[in-house]
C-alpha cells in the first residue's frame, strides 16, 4: 500500500509558475511509475506527466509539453511536477498517481493503482 500527498497547489497568475510536489510512503517507491493527472470541473480527469521507475524516461500530454517538467527523488520518495507558463486551461485540480506494474508509462487513469486527494491549481488571467 502506497499513501500519496500533494502540495504545493495555489492560485497564480497566467504566465506564472508553480512547483507541485507529491510525497510518497511506502520502501517501494522505486518500483513505480509515477504520473500526474488533473481534472478540471465538469470535465474527465486527464494525463497531465509521467515518469519511469529509474526517471530514465518522461512522458507529457501535447498541452503541457515545454511548459510542464515532471521529476523524482527516489531517495526522497518524491515526485515533483514543474509548471511554467501557466495558462488559464491549466486550472485543474491536479492529482499524483502510482502505477505499481509499470510495463510503460501509462496515459489512462485506470492503469494506476494509488491516487493522492489531489490539490488545486488556479490560474487567474
Known amino acids: 500500500q502506497v499513501q500519496l500527498v500533494e502540495s504545493g497547489g495555489g492560485l497564480v497568475q497566467a504566465g506564472g509558475s508553480l512547483s507541485l510536489s507529491c510525497a510518497a510512503s511506502?520502501?517501494?517507491?522505486?518500483?513505480?511509475?509515477m504520473g500526474w493527472f488533473r481534472q478540471a470541473p465538469g470535465k474527465e480527469r486527464e494525463f497531465v506527466a509521467g515518469?519511469?521507475?529509474?526517471?530514465?524516461?518522461?512522458r507529457y500530454a501535447d498541452s503541457v509539453k515545454g511548459r510542464f517538467t515532471i521529476s523524482r527523488d527516489n531517495g526522497k520518495n518524491m515526485v515533483y511536477l514543474q509548471m511554467n507558463s501557466l495558462k488559464l486551461e491549466d486550472t485543474a485540480v491536479y492529482y499524483c498517481?502510482?502505477?505499481?506494474?509499470?510495463?510503460?508509462?501509462?496515459?489512462?487513469?485506470?492503469?494506476?493503482?494509488?491516487w493522492g486527494q489531489g490539490t488545486q491549481v488556479t490560474v487567474s488571467s
Open positions: 515518469i519511469a521507475r529509474s526517471a530514465s524516461s518522461t
Open positions: 511506502g520502501r517501494t517507491f522505486s518500483s513505480y511509475a
Open positions: 498517481a502510482a502505477d505499481r506494474t509499470p510495463i510503460f508509462i501509462a496515459t489512462t487513469p485506470v492503469r494506476y493503482d494509488y
